[in-house]
């Protein structure tokens, strides 16, 4: 299957501090990329979908103005965690959907994660 | 989007075919049938996914009902690494389309 990178894998940060993951499909382009969040016992809960050279769509609840979302080209997208609190220490997940002529153009395939631990 | 039902958990002995179940009863006619699961602390890994055919690949099998409200997840022989929590999620297949994730089904696979 199409591989999704993603980077950190962990990150330790203080209070306040703003940290950047990236997501990058590394052997198709992805037109769609998602960002996920999932706290301990529970599901993944989608926090935007993000097109490239677009403005991201974030679900409700989700503070646009604390979670930044870039998806500069057709593989890469980061998420940036801004002045960020012990209550944002979770583990963030990225998805990506390949192009109209991709093989992975209908399946989302995901990163291994980023398992953020705000201090 | 339609959801789905699963089992909270299942229990499977090493070797031995796992059927998980899913109900979709409210699927529409445009959206597949999405099977993933994730092994512990790690992402989501895709197994497979349909419309309205059943479909095999390497990994696992999918049998939709004819009505495709429901359809069941078939691993042949499970192995201690199939433990797992798998998720199966129904949603159409390009544009925006989103994969919301419910709580799905906890696989236990023993010696």
């Known amino acids: 299957g199409a591989v999704v990178s993603q980077h950190p894998s962990w990150v330790i940060c203080k209070s306040g501090t703003s940290v950047k993951i990236e997501c990058r499909s590394l052997d198709f382009q992805a037109t769609t990329m998602f960002w996920y969040r999932q706290f301990p016992k529970q599901s993944l809960m989608l926090m935007a979908t993000s097109n490239e050279g677009s403005k991201a769509t974030y679900e409700q609840g989700v503070e646009k103005d604390k979670f930044l979302i870039n998806h500069a080209s057709l593989t890469l997208s980061t998420l940036t965690v801004t002045s960020a609190h012990p209550e944002d220490s979770s583990f963030y997940i990225c998805s990506a959907r390949g192009t109209s002529g991709s093989p992975a153009k209908n399946i989302q395939y995901f990163g291994a994660g980023t398992r953020l631990s705000v201090l | 989007d339609a959801k789905t039902t699963q089992p909270t958990s299942m229990d499977c002995a090493e070797g031995r075919a796992a059927n998980l179940p899913c109900n979709h009863s409210t699927i529409s006619g445009n959206e597949y049938v999405y099977w993933y699961r994730q092994i512990h602390s790690q992402g989501p890994q895709y197994i497979i996914h349909g419309l309205k055919n059943n479909e095999t690949n390497e990994m696992a099998s999918l049998i939709i009902t004819e009505d495709r409200k429901s359809s069941t997840l078939i691993l042949p022989h499970a192995t201690l690494r199939d433990t797992a929590v798998y998720y199966c999620?129904?949603?159409?297949?390009?544009?925006?389309?989103?994969?919301?994730f419910g709580a799905g089904t906890r696989l236990a696979v023993h010696p």
């Open positions: 999620i129904v949603g159409s297949s390009g544009g925006y389309n989103k994969l919301i």
